[in-house]
């Protein structure tokens, strides 16, 4: 066919149909099934659409143009997540505020998802940074807030000095911050988190009601990461707390030969004083702070440390004191930031024990530790470990469980990977956190009725026409220091802003002409 296809005159033709006729709009048609197709918003933090948009847009796309041939009622809405540090950072490139990039990234966007024919309902597009969107992100965080799943922690995170934020593990690459390229160093910092650990059971436990694919369902029960063990305290003269560790293998607790530490546990400071080398040890922690949790945890790394000479440790079980080390393989997020190592039956702890030196005690039959460590969890018969001697695995670890709670210095205990979610990491741009905080009462909730709150600097809706955030704020700090009030009430036409101000004795209101 020797004839071109000239396929924009044809596409335009179609989507003008499209849009003339509303025919990818949801209706307010009680007749039909309905079906709600909702794929993840973009980010508006770039020039336009990347590769990535369409190749998922398009599968979900189809879904919802067949469902409409099928008869149902679609609602495919449409929004950008215009918020969050990535928009914030694209504009401290091109020197551009956020409210104006976003409001023209967005535009963007629309236009290109057009072009492309998506099917979503466009007369429903919403942005995230929109008062009228985001005043119900502030009430979802308040009833969190109310229950005790969002709450204030002292935590060390991922922080790049040059951006100035708190950043993923993902967004940490080789040491530095992906968006910047500066060293990121770990820094405790008071952050707001979400509890999500509260429902990681049923997180799990649920899997098992849908219907998922078993590899994804594989997928998140690893990525949660159940485990159960033991929490068992060794005695540290000088340290009346103990050192706490958690452990999945209760029933190796003879072989225990040295204990680890994350370089962020707090007994090093604690201990300052007793430990003799604390120069090397503050250097060590030096070189940590510059790496993420993913490069400290990965297995086939080289094991680094260095000994909190000066302390030591009391395995309960046999009685003989141990070392302490300080390595950047433990995690302080994971289980309590410290370790017992039982090198002989641990990958991770063998590595270690024969780089430093250390000893390796096999407590469980079955294997040759003078090659590799021994780990088989379901037939090892115990050695060496006193009254589990002869016992399976699974045996000796009830065995061993009850033997610590009756001495009282252990007990069961469940633990998950899964960790609370980090909220709060951009600077400025993003939805105000609705809580204020007293000196006395601590945080306080901003009344639902005064949502959304939008009085900050440097925040405003992202289809405001001009200005960049800062006449609110200036007003609100106005009538603040009159001892006044300032609220909103959200209309279908906008919003409504009221000013209340006291009168203050022996000074009469001003009135108008009216006398109102």
């Known amino acids: 066919m020797s004839e071109r296809y000239e396929h924009l005159p044809i596409e335009r033709k179609w989507q003008k149909i499209w849009d003339d006729t509303h025919c990818f709009e949801a209706k307010d048609d009680f007749t039909k099934p309905k079906y709600y197709a909702l794929i993840e ?10 590769v990535g948009h369409p190749r998922s847009n398009t599968a979900l796309d189809i879904i919802s143009r067949k469902r409409r041939m099928e008869g149902y009622n679609v609602l495919f809405p449409l929004g950008y997540d215009s918020f969050g540090l990535p928009t914030e950072n694209y504009a401290i490139k091109t020197g551009e505020h956020p409210a104006k990039v976003t409001e023209r990234n967005m535009r963007v966007f629309h236009n290109q998802l057009k072009m492309l024919g998506f099917s979503f309902d466009y007369s429903r597009e919403i942005y995230t940074s929109d008062p009228a969107y985001y005043r119900w992100t502030q009430w979802i965080f308040l009833k969190l807030f109310e229950k005790g799943l969002a709450y204030k922690a002292e935590l060390p995170i991922n922080f790049c000095p040059s951006c100035k934020v708190g950043l993923a593990n993902e967004e940490v690459v080789d040491g530095n911050c992906e968006r910047c390229g500066s060293p ?13 650990t509260e429902y990681a059971d049923r997180l799990i436990d649920d899997l098992d009601t849908v219907d998922f694919i078993d590899r994804v369902k594989s997928s998140q029960k690893n990525w949660i990461g159940r485990s159960i063990g033991a929490e068992v305290t060794f005695k540290i003269e000088g340290y009346p707390e103990g050192l706490r560790i958690f452990t999945t293998r209760p029933d190796t607790l003879f072989g225990a030969t040295y204990m680890v530490v994350a370089p962020e546990h707090p007994i090093v400071n604690a201990m300052a004083d007793k430990i003799t080398n604390m120069e090397a040890v503050n250097a060590y922690r030096e070189q940590a702070a ?8 990965e297995l086939a790394k080289e094991k680094t440390g260095v000994p909190l000479e000066g302390i030591t440790a009391i395995n309960p079980a046999t009685g003989n004191p141990i070392p302490v080390w300080i390595s ?7 289980g309590t930031g410290a370790i017992m190592a039982v090198p002989a039956h641990d990958t991770r702890d063998y590595a270690f024990a024969k780089k430093m030196g250390l000893p390796i005690v096999e407590v469980v039959s079955g294997g040759n530790i003078e090659n590799e460590a021994f780990t088989d969890c379901e037939n090892g018969i115990l050695v060496n470990s006193g009254f589990l001697n002869g016992m399976q695995v699974a045996d000796a670890k009830n065995a061993m469980i009850h033997w610590l709670e009756e001495e009282g210095i252990g007990k069961k205990k469940t633990n998950f990977k899964l960790r609370d979610w980090l909220f709060s990491r951009q600077r400025y741009w993003g939805e105000p956190i609705p809580l204020v905080h007293c000196d006395h009462c601590g945080w306080v909730p901003v009344p639902e009725d005064e949502l959304p709150l939008m009085f900050e600097r440097f925040h405003r809706g992202a289809a405001a026409k001009a200005g960049y955030g800062i006449g609110l ?3 609100n700090d106005i009538v603040r ?4 009030s300032i609220r909103v009430v959200n209309m279908q036409t906008g919003a409504a802003f009221t000013i209340t101000l006291p009168v203050l004795d022996g000074i009469k209101p001003y009135l108008d002409a009216e006398g109102d």
């Open 41 to 50: 918003f973009p980010f508006p933090s770039g020039a336009g659409l990347h």
């Open 184 to 196: 990121v160093v770990r820094k405790v910092r008071s952050q707001w988190m979400l509890r999500i």
């Open 290 to 297: 510059h790496k993420s949790d993913f490069e400290r945890s």
């Open 328 to 334: 950047d393989y433990v995690l302080m997020g994971y």
């Open 473 to 475: 704020s200036m007003a």
């Open 481 to 484: 220091a009159h001892h006044g």
